[in-house]
């Protein structure tokens, strides 16, 4: 890789750079998601923890995920700006979301989760890989 991956919130307050590649990007129809982006599906971008630096301070709050265990979403206090995510069934990876990049544009959706919860009005690729909920990891 040779451009790390940058980006934060929308008033500059958290910022982060990432220095490798993406294990996975993806879209998420799950009504979480859907409440937190306020449409359809939040789309994701899942890096190794280890590669990633983040300035600033988050608010936080816990949500219970499928597995039973949380869900941590990290936004900014002043802007409300959704940032990342960190779940401690994978404490290993740093979830960001494709809108807090500085290049948006970098984002290649992979596959969808959580097809269950998907809305007509929501068009998301047909051609990609799709799950009615979590695949298997």
């Avoid at 995920?65 to 869900?71: F, L, N, R, T, V």
């Avoid at 990290?74 to 995510?85: E, Q, R």
Wanted: hydrophobic letters at 30%.
């Amino acid at each position: 890789m040779t451009t790390p991956y940058t980006g934060g919130c929308a008033c500059g307050a958290i910022r982060y750079e990432i220095s490798c590649e993406p294990i996975v990007m993806t879209d998420c129809q799950c009504r979480d998601c859907q409440r937190e982006s306020g449409t359809g599906h939040g789309s994701h971008l899942t890096f190794p923890r280890s590669g990633v630096t983040v300035t600033g301070e988050a608010t936080q709050w816990d949500m219970v995920g499928d597995s039973g265990k949380a869900k941590t979403r990290a936004f900014c206090p002043t802007c409300g700006s959704p940032v990342y995510m960190t779940v401690a069934v994978a404490p290993d990876v740093f979830v960001v979301r494709a809108a807090s990049l500085d290049d948006p544009g970098r984002y290649r959706p992979q596959m969808v989760f959580y097809t269950a919860s998907g809305h007509a009005w929501d068009r998301i690729d047909p051609n990609l890989p799709a799950f009615e909920r979590m695949p298997p990891m």
